[in-house]
């Protein structure tokens, strides 16, 4: 398997505009995270789903901040407006529900977002 | 709600040598997972090992074994015969019933030749 997949890899945007993180989890997962990574606050969860459903999202920072999964394959992070205050490392990771493998997340690569 | 302290922001080794990386956490639930994540330079976040608070044995991983002390709510790590390419941040993350991982800030590990 590629494991979880995210797009882009560096992103740069001004002020203001819109950004869209993308995340392909492992083919089969049924529990797809996003976390935000920043040197003062650390690893932060912002959002999970599970079957595409969106479970808890008590850590999106604020409305100009949402997350889709429109199918099993895929989910967006989309921050509109962007800020500066919005420059971190965004992680997508995914898991599967089963006895052997369960609660192992599996992380992508990270999209490092800097916002000028 | 969890949380997760741990208190060596950094720390250094020699090649071969034995390092241990301390974690302590607070949790309500009765039944839950704890891991240790290593984040290398890459920035990649790769599992190193996984314990079920239920089992009583610490979980080995080659290198890697965890001291897992329940009561207290210690979560340590071992790494034995360090190698070059141990040098990451080591990040200590308990979970609950609810899938959500909860990460510690993060020890700086540097193994030095």
């Known amino acids: 398997d590629a494991g979880v997949i995210q797009s882009p890899r560096h992103e740069v945007t001004e002020m203001g505009q819109e950004v869209t993180l993308r995340c392909k989890p492992i083919s089969g997962h049924d529990y797809l995270f996003w976390y935000r990574q920043t040197m003062m606050r650390g690893l932060e969860l912002l959002i999970y789903?599970?079957?595409?459903?969106?479970?808890?999202d008590s850590g999106m920072p604020e409305d100009r901040f949402s997350a889709k999964m429109p199918n099993a394959s895929f989910s967006t992070l989309k921050i509109q407006p962007s800020e500066p205050r919005d420059s971190a490392v965004y992680f997508c990771?995914?898991?599967?529900?089963?006895?052997?493998?369960?609660?192992?997340?599996?992380f992508g690569a990270g999209t490092r977002l800097s916002v000028l | 709600a969890q949380t997760v302290t741990q208190s060596q922001p950094e720390m250094s080794v020699q090649e071969a040598e034995t390092v241990t990386l301390s974690c302590t956490y607070d949790t309500s639930e009765s039944n839950y997972y704890l891991f240790w994540y290593k984040q290398p330079p890459s920035r990649q976040m790769i599992l190193v090992i996984r314990q079920e608070a239920y089992k009583q044995q610490n979980a080995t991983e080659n290198r890697f074994s965890v001291n897992f002390q329940k009561a207290a709510k210690s979560f340590s790590l071992k790494i034995s015969d360090s190698q070059l390419g141990d040098t990451a941040m080591y990040f200590c993350?308990?979970?609950?019933?609810?899938?959500?991982?909860?990460f510690g800030k993060g020890t700086k590990l540097t193994v030095n030749p």
């Open positions: 993350a308990p979970q609950g019933g609810s899938e959500k991982l909860v």
């Open positions: 789903f599970n079957n595409n459903v969106p479970i808890d």
């Open positions: 990771a995914s898991s599967l529900a089963h006895f052997e493998t369960k609660n192992i997340q599996y």
